[in-house]
């Protein structure tokens, strides 16, 4: 006999959108009878392991809405990365509890987990289905066209460099702003979209999926200055070498690894500062600032794609009826149909666990330091509605008296 039992949790980062998804789930589940308890896990995957778990079935729907509306991860997240052994200790926590479907939202790491629980499942022969809901505002996560939580911030990301270009413009110099992104350009790419006049910034963008030469990137540097007379750059965190060596480590003194043995990149200002000065030191310009964005674009509150927010609660609630409908477990993907029309797929674990998308060629430009036509035509529908725009002054000059 069916327990109609259920658990959903989010694990990874937090974005603008991820509680939509999670609402999503808990608000479609209720529209099935057999469905009799709706269980969140705290603190994503450890929350399962530590039997750390709160009963949504007694949440209202309104106030289910108003969190759905509010960034970050409201069950809150983790960063453990289960290995199978883990994986073993969260099944014999879901069969304890007579849990027979498993939603986790998250990105590559945590399809890889769901893929891993759902093997351990059927080696028990434990009627246990598991669906990945997808989340990263990275937006690599393999056979989809793009992925909840990355129009947000790329919509965060665009207009920070709006705002960056405006104030370069008043005060010119060099600025230089560091953005999220390991192996993934993304989200550093967004920043072309602040673009409006042929000579705003960002003037150049330098992403993990071209080699970074520091000479080539002084050169650049010093081209567009002379050029604009200033100099506005976005920079992927993931920058590296011709050996894969990430910049932020070879620039720096002294680095700091994660658990994995991952040189820290997101939450130190380290790149930005390393990059100014040898910009300073090498072409001599006296007026250049840093900035890393670090965790701003993942949660801004003010900040959210409609278009986001939409399709991060449809992929929830189709989760749910792949789980109920489909037979089959599985990963939950956006593919798009039109412009602009997307459709929900659910594709095997398999596919998706443990494997990283990187922008594709077509989406940069011949000199690796911008960003394509295609690939602003595949973003903008993505930003969502009412971006803000900017503006110029159309001046009349007046003949000089004085200074003829």
């Known amino acids: 006999m069916s327990s109609g039992k259920i658990l959903v949790a989010q694990g990874g980062g937090p974005t603008a959108v991820i509680n939509q ?6 608000l479609e ?46 069950l809150g997240s983790t960063r453990d990365k289960p290995d199978a052994a883990y994986c073993a200790e ?13 939603y986790y939202i998250g990105g590559n790491d945590s399809s890889d987990t769901v893929r891993i ?27 989809n066209d793009h992925t909840p939580g990355f129009p947000s911030a790329a919509r965060f990301v ?6 960056a270009n405006l104030d370069n413009a008043s005060l010119p110099g060099v600025y230089v702003g560091v953005v999220m992104g390991r192996h ?5 790419a967004a920043a072309a979209l602040g673009k409006k006049f042929p000579d705003d910034g960002p003037h150049l963008i330098y992403l993990p999926e071209r080699v970074f030469a520091l000479e080539q990137f002084l050169a650049d540097v010093k081209a567009t200055y002379v050029k604009y007379g200033r100099c506005v750059i976005a920079v992927s965190e993931g920058i590296h070498d011709a050996s894969g060596e990430a910049i932020a480590s070879l620039l720096a003194k002294e680095v700091e690894r994660d658990a994995h043995g991952n040189v820290q990149l997101s939450g130190t200002g380290a790149l930005a500062d390393l990059l100014c000065d040898e910009i300073k030191a090498k072409l001599g310009i ?11 674009q993942r949660s801004f509150i003010g900040c959210v794609s409609d278009v986001d927010q939409r399709e991060a609660r449809e992929v ?14 599985g990963s939950v993907a956006i593919k798009r149909t039109g412009f602009y029309s997307v459709d929900y797929e659910l594709m095997a674990l398999s596919d998706v666990a443990g494997k990283t998308r990187v922008m594709e060629d077509e989406f940069i430009s011949a000199s690796g330091t911008g960003v394509t036509d295609a690939f602003r035509m595949y973003l903008r529908p993505l930003l969502g509605s009412g971006m803000p725009d900017a503006f110029r002054l159309r001046p009349a000059p007046v003949e000089k008296i004085l200074k003829k």
């Open 286 to 296: 006296k007026r250049v600032r840093g900035d890393t964005f670090g965790y701003l």
């Open 90 to 102: 969260i099944f014999k926590v879901l069969q304890a509890h007579e849990i027979e479907q498993f």
């Open 316 to 329: 929830g609630e189709k989760a749910v009826q792949f789980a109920m409908w489909g037979g089959r477990d």
């Open 29 to 74: 589940a209720r529209r099935f009878r057999d469905v009799t308890r709706i269980y969140g896990a705290m603190h994503g995957v450890r929350g399962i392991v530590n039997e750390d778990l709160v009963d949504l079935t007694q949440e209202t729907s309104h106030n289910l809405e108003l969190v759905a509306a509010t960034p970050s991860s409201a």
């Open 158 to 163: 665009a207009q920070a460099f709006a705002g």
């Open 184 to 188: 993934a350009g993304f989200l550093t």
């Open 117 to 143: 629980v759902s093997l351990e499942a059927q080696k028990a022969g434990y009627p246990l289905r598991c669906i990945h809901i997808p989340k990263t505002i990275d937006n690599d996560l393999v056979g």
């Open 21 to 26: 998804s999670l609402a999503g789930v808990v």
